[in-house]
C-alpha cells in the first residue's frame, strides 16, 4: 500500500453505536490530522497529531475520541453521534505540522448516522 | 474571524482557460496552498505560493498578492478530467491551514 489508506469507505451507525474509523500513512510523516468535510463547507479541522502527541483540538465534542498509537496509525472512535455528524471523514499527513509541507489525504470515510 | 471566500461553483468550456479567484482575510501568512478534489476523492495537491507573483506548473498556474489578499488558480487547455472541486487554503501564523469551501468546475464539451 502506498500513501494514505482509511478504512472503512462507508459506514452507517445508528445513534446509540460505537465504531471506529482507521487511517494509515506509508509515507514516513510525522503529523497525522482528522477532518470533517460536509457538503459546500470548509474543511474542519479537527484533531492534529505531531509525532503520536495531540496538539491541537479545535473544539470537537467529547462523542469524537482520537488515538495515536505510533506516526503511522490513526484512529477515530464514534460514540453516541447525532444526525448532524454524518459527513465525509477525511484523514491527512504530512512531514512536519509546523512547517511548509502540503498535507496527503486519505479516500475518505463516508459516514451516515440514522 | 479567519475567512477564506472562492466561487461556489464555475462553468467552462473544453480547451479553453479558466481562472479561479480566491480571497481571505486571516491571523497571519504563512502560506497559501490549493488542491483538487474529484468528487468521491481525497483532495491532492496543486501548488503552494508564499511570495507575490506567479508559480507557472504545466498547464496550472498560481498567482498571489499578499497585499490584496488575493489568489488566484488559472488553468489552461482545459480538459474534461479538470472538472472537480479547487480548494484555496491559507496557512497562518499558527501554521494551521485554514479552508475555503472550494469551487466546483465543470467543464463542458
Not at chain 2, 26 to 44: I, R, V
Request: aromatic share 12%; net charge neutral; with cysteine.
Amino acid at each position: 500500500e502506498t500513501g494514505v489508506t482509511q478504512t472503512p469507505r462507508h459506514l452507517v451507525m445508528g445513534m446509540t453505536n460505537k465504531k471506529s474509523l482507521k487511517c494509515e500513512q506509508h509515507l514516513g510523516h510525522n503529523a497525522m490530522y482528522w477532518y470533517k468535510q460536509s457538503a459546500k463547507k470548509p474543511l474542519e479541522l479537527m484533531f492534529v497529531y505531531n509525532f503520536k502527541e495531540q496538539t491541537e483540538n479545535n473544539s470537537v465534542p467529547s462523542r469524537f475520541s482520537p488515538e495515536c498509537p505510533n506516526s503511522s496509525h490513526l484512529f477515530l472512535h464514534l460514540h453516541t453521534l447525532q444526525p448532524e455528524d454524518s459527513a465525509l471523514y477525511l484523514c491527512a499527513s504530512s512531514q512536519d505540522p509546523g512547517g511548509f509541507y502540503e498535507q496527503y489525504f486519505g479516500p475518505g470515510t463516508r459516514l451516515t448516522v440514522t | 474571524g479567519q475567512n477564506i471566500d472562492q466561487p461556489t461553483e464555475m462553468t467552462a468550456t473544453e480547451g479553453a482557460i479558466v481562472q479561479i479567484n480566491c480571497t481571505y482575510q486571516t491571523s497571519g501568512f504563512n502560506g497559501l496552498f490549493w488542491y483538487q478534489q474529484h468528487a468521491g476523492e481525497a483532495p491532492t495537491f496543486l501548488s503552494y505560493n508564499v511570495l507575490d507573483g506567479l508559480e507557472e506548473k504545466g498547464r496550472f498556474s498560481s498567482f498571489l498578492s499578499r497585499s490584496k489578499g488575493y489568489s488566484y488558480l488559472l488553468l489552461k487547455e482545459l480538459q474534461m478530467k479538470d472538472s472537480a472541486s479547487y480548494l484555496c487554503a491559507v496557512m497562518d501564523s499558527n501554521y494551521q491551514l485554514i479552508w475555503g469551501a472550494g469551487t466546483k468546475l465543470i467543464i463542458k464539451p
